[in-house]
């Protein structure tokens, strides 16, 4: 199953009102859930099973480095008070709505609940992703026109 085949997996499932769809093939396992009135936001999860790969008996096998995972847990410690806004699906960010219009937000704009933050391209369509919290924008995560993954986070929010 590519990527294309996927993307009108999850189209054709958020246009057809089911609330979650399971799909298995192969090594493969797809789940969709999508929101009807009231309930929480939409949600995809793709997980491949993992391949056992054989390796040759001289392959050096790299231990984990301790020093590593305590700096990445150190930027994660001081982003703790803060709200990270995640990309919803895969597609390509644009800051801006067209060329020519102005940025929806920037490092420092105030932001409510229900604003425009960005927009994400997916499939020649334009999906406007909008704020679920009220706060002040510290950082943007993501360059202008740049792909994006599922989950990536995007914007760095202060809620106080």
């Given amino acids: 199953?590519?990527?294309?085949?996927?993307?009108?997996?999850?189209?054709?499932?958020?246009?057809?009102?089911?609330?979650?769809?399971?799909?298995e093939t192969g090594d493969i396992k797809i789940t969709i859930r999508t929101t009807l009135e009231?309930?929480?936001?939409?949600?995809?999860?793709?997980?491949?099973?993992?391949m056992a790969q054989a390796l040759p008996a001289s392959a050096p096998v790299a231990a984990p480095q301790a020093p590593a995972a305590?700096?990445?847990a150190a930027p994660?410690?001081?982003?703790?008070?803060?709200i990270t806004v995640k990309s919803p699906m895969i597609g390509t960010f644009y800051r801006k709505p067209s060329p020519d219009k102005p940025m929806f937000v920037e490092v420092g704009s105030t932001i409510g609940k229900g604003d425009v933050l960005c927009v994400i391209e997916a499939m020649k369509l334009f999906n406007e992703i909008e704020s679920e919290v009220s706060g002040k924008i510290l950082?943007?995560?993501?360059?202008?026109?740049?792909?994006?993954?599922?989950?990536?986070?995007?914007?760095?929010?202060?809620?106080s």
Avoid: W
């Fill in 76 to 82: 994660a410690a001081e982003n703790a008070n803060y």
């Fill in 38 to 50: 009231g309930n929480t936001p939409d949600i995809t999860y793709v997980q491949q099973a993992p």
């Fill in 1 to 23: 199953m590519d990527l294309k085949e996927i993307q009108n997996l999850i189209k054709f499932v958020s246009n057809s009102g089911v609330a979650e769809v399971k799909l």
């Fill in 70 to 72: 305590a700096v990445a």
């Fill in 139 to 159: 950082k943007i995560l993501v360059d202008d026109m740049s792909p994006v993954e599922f989950d990536q986070p995007l914007f760095l929010v202060d809620p």
